[in-house]
């Protein structure tokens, strides 16, 4: 499968514990965007990432959480002492370059859902 | 600010016939591109069709093709011969020039495809 990779598809996580999830782009892409859905909403930008930088993060929110994508391994979302509030799914989209978003050449994982007992 | 509104929070078709899913965007960048993603009861995102702002012609990608009126910032999927398995979440996005790499949608139309 050569798509964008999600794990875990599923994470139950009690109120104060952390959360990681993880997003291994498409080969050859090597720029990955994170997105929330809440229930019954659409996807809402949370932040941009190229290896080692993150480019804009204006979509997430200022306390606990934060993302990663390191030289090597997946990009990471991490959410720390989560709340009942960060139950959503998660879902991670590559591209090749920025640019790639004015050919239509962004494609998504099946996402993360996270769901906070 | 960018947005775009889908009006029709469900909608009905009977199999095999066509059915149109509204989108109506706003912005003021004249460089975007439109998408729409659907999204079955599984939950993944999968990419259906993308149109660019300067496209010449409407997209067409198998059974689904876009309606692109830019004069009236619409951009509108038409299935045609629907299937059962057609029966999920549809949702409209759009990137912009001023931040191209960043994704904006609707809130999603669920069609029900009926036998």
């Known amino acids: 499968n050569a798509g964008v990779m999600q794990n875990p598809r599923h994470l139950v996580r009690r109120r104060g514990q952390e959360a990681r999830l993880r997003c291994s782009p498409m080969k050859g892409h090597s720029h990955v965007y994170w997105y929330r859905q809440l229930p019954e909403e659409g996807l809402k930008f949370m932040v941009y990432?190229?290896?080692?930088?993150?480019?804009?993060e204006s979509g997430m929110p200022k306390e606990r959480f934060s993302a990663e994508f390191p030289k090597e391994g997946p990009s990471i979302l991490r959410i720390q002492q989560v709340v009942r509030g960060d139950s959503a799914a998660y879902f991670c989209?590559?591209?090749?370059?920025?640019?790639?978003?004015?050919?239509?050449?962004?494609?998504f994982g099946e996402g993360s859902r996270l769901t906070v007992l | 600010a960018q947005k775009i509104t889908q009006t029709q929070p469900g909608m009905f078709v009977q199999e095999k016939e066509a059915v149109t899913l509204d989108c109506t965007y706003d912005t003021s960048d004249p460089s975007y591109g439109l998408f729409w993603y659907k999204q079955p009861s599984s939950g993944e995102m999968i990419f259906l069709i993308y149109q660019g702002s300067y496209d010449q012609q409407n997209a067409t990608e198998g059974r689904y093709s876009l309606n692109f009126q830019k004069a009236r910032k619409s951009a509108n999927l038409v299935i045609s011969a629907s299937q059962l398995g057609d029966s999920a979440m549809y949702f409209c996005?759009?990137?912009?020039?001023?931040?191209?790499?960043?994704?904006?949608f609707g809130k999603g139309t669920l069609l029900t495809v009926n036998p």
């Open positions: 989209a590559s591209s090749r370059r920025t640019g790639g978003l004015n050919t239509g050449e962004l494609f």
């Open positions: 996005a759009m990137s912009s020039g001023g931040s191209n790499y960043k994704l904006t």
């Open positions: 990432l190229q290896k080692e930088n993150i480019i804009d």
